[in-house]
Nanobody, 124 residues
Framework: QVQLVESGGGLVQPGGSLTLSCVAS????????MGWFRQAPGKQRELVAT???????TYADAVQGRFTISRDNAKNTVDLQMNSLKPEDTAVYYC??????????????????WGQGTQVTVSS
């Protein structure tokens, strides 16, 4: 099993900054991809940014140039630095991990895991 715990959400004014952090723990063999998704009220969950174990990053067009994703492979953490925040960025942000785990001592294979979500509100 893998547990993902997010932190860093909150209320910020337009143009402000926030940093989200996620820590993965549990029976982890390896993590291929870490990232962030978000879901605004009444909308589908969408990709924000991902980063591979080789530190190759991908960003949604809506956040390109404003957000920066980073990871620490040794600590199994991923951060999302969010700058120049807009009201449109308001959403619940979810940490995402794709990796290999074990269950009851046996390899489980490649699976996706999600955090509980953290609220980000951008408003004046």
């Amino acid at each position: 099993q893998v547990q993902l715990v997010e932190s860093g959400g909150g209320l910020v004014q337009p143009g402000g900054s926030l940093t989200l952090s996620c820590v993965a723990s549990g029976s982890i063999l390896s993590i291929n991809v870490m990232g962030w998704f978000r879901q605004a009220p009444g909308k589908q969950r969408e990709l924000v940014a991902t980063i591979t174990s080789g530190s190759t990053a991908t960003y949604a067009d809506a956040v390109q140039g404003r957000f920066t994703i980073s990871r620490d492979n040794a600590k199994n953490t991923v951060d999302l630095q969010m700058n120049s925040l807009k009201p449109e960025d308001t959403a619940v942000y979810y940490c995402y991990v794709r990796g290999k785990t074990t269950r009851w001592g046996s390899p489980r294979g490649l699976l996706d895991y999600w955090g509980q979500g953290t609220q980000v509100t951008v408003s004046s």
